[in-house]
């Protein structure tokens, strides 16, 4: 819990130095939102409008981030982040549709909440710490 946390704290620091270090760079930053966004679609199994619904965007303003002719919000970009932190760590596990399956089936480690909810409202460090047991083999 507390290790994810932190994590994800870092992880925002991070992309604050990003902006900081590469401001005026902004075909970088639009390549990473692209690479995240395949790496959400190849390893998650994630369609477009599946990002659109968790980023409260429409199918096409996705696909002009993937295009590199818009940009996320930073929020939005920490939210896609979290995601694609959380579908790296299950693809350690589980094919891209088992992945999509985890994210968005009813999960009893979080009370019958979907994982994809959690990650959405913020609270992707309790979706991180059921990763952290299946990691140590406390619960498959």
Known sequence: GQAAAFYFHDMELVSRKCYMRYGDAEADEMNAIARTIDTLQ???????????????????????????????????????????YVVNRLDDYYTPKEVRLWLYAPHPQLEGRRAIDLIVEDRAAEVVAILDRLDADAYL
Not at 53 to 62: I, K, P
């Open 42 to 84: 190849d390893e998650g199994g994630l369609r477009g409008t599946d990002i659109a619904n968790f980023a409260d965007v429409s199918s096409a303003t996705v696909h002009r981030w993937k295009a590199g002719s818009h940009m996320p919000h930073p929020g939005t970009q920490l939210l896609l982040a979290r995601l694609q």
